[in-house]
């Protein structure tokens, strides 16, 4: 068995840099193109295995021409995907990414066979999950099939990280059973109607999420690091300056990080230090 266990998206990231955005209308010519195996659950996935910890999948992919490379590439860094159903009426997941010459990126995702994802995958994945230590999920599949994974973690005790990404409006039923709710700005500022502009805001933000259930809330800042909230304290957490190269999937990288802290059993404080880094 695993001690974690990632249900979510699982995309072809078609990831092309340009010197900037083309304007309405007009045509750019550019050279770097790239098709990568990519989707949040993924992407966390394949973070959390190349820290060195023992992870499964459940997800979904197409049985088109993309669709057994994410399989593939998660097989690599040692994910275990017999849990991820290839389904034969929907395309594998695409995300089109377009990263500009300051390193900031744009990204257009088509839900594909990830978008029927449902319950029954999750029924079928209950030994699994409940014999793990955290369950991990964000929100590029049906938020009906997050729910229901949630009250599984939660019926079998197991700690649940929510990455609400793409974010999307959610009821407090489903905060409450949230032992982490993982976030960035943009997210924090949608789920708790505090506009997240500066570290101040962000605690606010951060406080505004807890009383709506969520029992430890961790908000990402890009360079200017990540802020914790818990019944004891908000606290902001810096992180060391570093030169961009590419933003593209940051805060998958951070869940990995945490997600090895937590099943270490680091401190949060360890944990949320780790992921930064």
């Known amino acids: 068995m695993c001690d974690v266990v990632v249900v979510g998206s699982l995309n072809m990231d078609l990831i092309v840099r340009a010197e900037r955005l083309p304007n309405s209308g007009e045509t750019i010519s550019e050279k770097d193109f790239r098709i990568i195996p990519g989707g949040k659950g993924a992407n966390q996935a394949a973070s959390i295995a190349h820290l060195g910890n023992s992870v499964a999948m459940v997800g979904r992919g197409g049985c088109d021409v993309f669709g057994h490379r994410p399989l593939e590439n998660l097989s690599t860094f040692g994910v275990h995907t017999s849990h991820i159903k290839l389904d034969e009426s929907a395309p594998t997941s695409t995300s089109t990414i377009i990263i500009d010459a300051e390193d900031e990126n744009w990204i257009i995702v088509v839900a594909g066979a990830n978008a029927r994802v449902n319950t029954s995958d999750i029924d079928t994945a209950i030994d699994l999950i409940k014999q793990a230590k955290l369950l991990v999920m964000q929100f590029e599949f049906p938020l009906i099939t997050v729910s229901y994974a949630v009250e599984v973690g939660r019926r079998h005790r197991i700690r649940v ?92 990288a951070f869940i990995g990080g945490l997600v090895t802290g937590l099943i270490s059993n680091e401190s949060l404080l360890d944990s949320v230090q780790l992921a930064n880094a």
């Open 161 to 252: 990280i929510l990455n609400p990404a793409p974010a999307r409006a959610v009821p407090d039923s489903l905060l409450t059973n949230i032992d982490y709710l993982v976030l960035n700005e943009t997210e924090a500022t949608l789920l708790s109607g505090v506009p997240v502009t500066d570290i101040s805001a962000a605690g606010r933000a951060a406080t505004a999420l807890r009383a709506r259930g969520a029992e430890v809330v961790i908000l990402t800042l890009g360079e200017k690091g990540a802020l914790i909230a818990t019944d004891e304290e908000v606290l902001h957490v810096p992180t060391s300056r570093v030169k961009a190269v590419d933003t593209t999937e940051a805060g998958d």
